[in-house]
């Protein structure tokens, strides 16, 4: 289909091994988000990709995380030396970023993948 | 700061009945985009409507449509005719200008009763 696609569906690890999460966006689609969800808990903020532009770093909860979008397209998402506290979905969005209204409000619908489900044992 | 609040963890109703999720947002932008999405059980966030702090009419789409009432800083969903493939969960989210990700909260857990 034509939506966000994310790889692999379900990862099971082992605390301190490292891990690769991948999301392949909508086609045409610039922005690119990364988000994390908790057992029972709302989307976390994690990154964020605009074009060429430096990505938005400011949700990832450690130096243990990092991502990548490499052609402006594909990302990973990269958890090196796992914990426990790591065990969640991890969501990709992506949107094409629209400004309406002579700019005074931003539509900018994120379309979601399935999700990454990350267990670290 | 930002915050959405959705204060119904969980919520019933019968098949063909409509249903109001609840959701208010604290925001001191004049300028915002407030957001509904539903993930049923399969995880995926599904995105239902879209309303923009400006817009003059209340959003709707199919059998959604969103009650906002921009003073009281609300902007519930209204859900009619519910269907038993509407179990699921819905966030309501915010998105501001000048932050690149939407602010969640914490979701209703909607079941539809046979």
């Known amino acids: 289909g034509a939506g966000v696609s994310q790889s692999p569906s379900n990862k099971v690890t082992e605390k301190g091994k490292d891990v690769e999460l991948r999301c392949d966006p909508i086609s045409g689609h610039t922005a690119l988000y990364w988000y994390r969800q908790s057992l029972g808990q709302g989307l976390e903020f994690l990154i964020y990709f605009q074009g060429n532009s430096a990505p938005d770093k400011s949700g990832l909860p450690s130096d243990r995380f990092s991502a990548e979008r490499t052609g402006g397209s594909v990302s990973t998402l990269t958890i090196q030396r796992t914990q426990q506290e790591d065990s969640a979905v991890y969501l990709c969005?992506?949107?094409?970023?629209?400004?309406?209204?002579?700019?005074?409000?931003?539509?900018?619908?994120?379309?979601f993948g399935p999700g990454t489900r990350l267990t670290v044992l | 700061a930002q915050k959405i609040t959705q204060t119904q963890p969980g919520m019933f109703v019968q098949e063909k009945e409509a249903v109001t999720l609840d959701c208010t947002y604290d925001t001191s932008d004049p300028s915002y985009g407030l957001f509904w999405y539903k993930q049923p059980s399969s995880g995926e966030m599904i995105f239902l409507i879209y309303q923009g702090s400006y817009d003059q009419q209340n959003a709707t789409e199919g059998r959604y449509s969103l009650n906002f009432q921009k003073a009281r800083k609300s902007a519930n969903l209204v859900i009619s005719a519910s269907q038993l493939g509407d179990s699921a969960m819905y966030f309501c989210a915010m998105r501001r200008p000048g932050a690149n990700n939407l602010f969640f909260g914490t979701g209703t857990r909607l079941t539809v009763i046979p």
């Open positions: 969005a992506s949107s094409f970023r629209l400004a309406v209204g002579g700019g005074r409000a931003v539509t900018d619908t994120q379309y």
